[in-house]
C-alpha cells in the first residue's frame, strides 16, 4: 500500500464511510484520474479477502469505472519472460487467453503444464486502447517508469529501508535484458 500512495501526486482528505463499510481508504490522484486504494486486512489474503475488500468499496465510491487489483506473485522467469517478485504485470488477450488467468481456473497435468479449464471476461475495451496507446509510446519514447520510481525514492527515502534491492533492480532494456 505505501508504494501504491507513494506514487499519487496528490492525497486527498478521506471522506466519512458508511457503518457498513470497515475499509480504511487512501485518496487521491494521478494526473487527471481520481484514485482510491484499498487494502487488504493484516494477514488476510487470497480471493475471499479480496472480495471482502472490493464489495463495500464498490458500494461506497458508486462512480468508480475500473478496479485494479494488484496482488503478489511469485517470480515466474523463464527464457521469454524475465518475471520477478514485485514486477507489475500487465495482460493482455491473444488468441488463446482473454487476458487474465486466474489461478484456481485451470490444473496442473502431466510434466507440470498449466491447462486452463475456465476464463474471467475480456478486459473493457477502453483499457485494451489504452494498453496499445502505453505500447506504442513506449516504442516512440521508451519507458519512464525509472524515471517514476527515482521520483518517488527522492520524496520517500525512508522506503529503500523497506525495499534494499530497490536501487539495484534495472527494468528491461529495449533489447528485453536485465542487468
Not at 103 to 127: I, M, R, S
Request: net charge positive.
Amino acid at each position: 500500500m505505501a508504494a501504491a500512495r507513494a506514487m499519487l501526486d496528490e492525497i486527498h482528505a478521506a471522506l466519512p464511510t458508511p457503518p457498513n463499510d470497515d475499509n480504511n481508504y487512501i485518496l487521491g490522484n494521478i494526473g487527471p484520474y481520481n484514485i482510491v486504494i484499498a487494502c487488504l486486512p493484516a494477514r488476510g489474503y487470497g480471493t475471499t479477502s479480496a472480495a471482502t475488500v472490493a464489495t463495500p468499496m464498490i458500494a461506497t465510491f458508486l462512480t468508480i469505472q475500473f478496479s485494479l487489483m494488484v496482488g503478489i506473485g511469485g517470480g515466474v522467469p523463464s527464457s521469454t519472460a524475465d518475471i520477478r517478485l514485485g514486477d507489475v504485470i500487465v495482460s493482455k488477450p491473444n488468441e488463446r487467453l482473454k487476458g487474465v488467468v486466474q489461478y484456481d481456473y485451470g490444473k496442473t497435468v502431466a510434466d507440470a503444464l498449466f491447462e486452463q479449464t475456465g476464463a474471467l471476461n475480456k478486459p473493457p475495451q477502453t483499457l485494451l486502447t489504452t494498453v496499445a496507446k502505453t505500447q506504442a509510446e513506449h516504442m516512440m519514447r521508451s519507458h519512464q517508469m525509472l524515471n517514476y520510481l527515482s521520483q518517488m525514492a527522492a520524496a520517500y527515502p525512508q522506503m529503500q529501508d523497506f525495499y534494499p534491492s530497490w536501487p539495484r533492480r534495472r527494468l528491461p532494456s529495449q533489447s528485453g535484458s536485465r542487468s
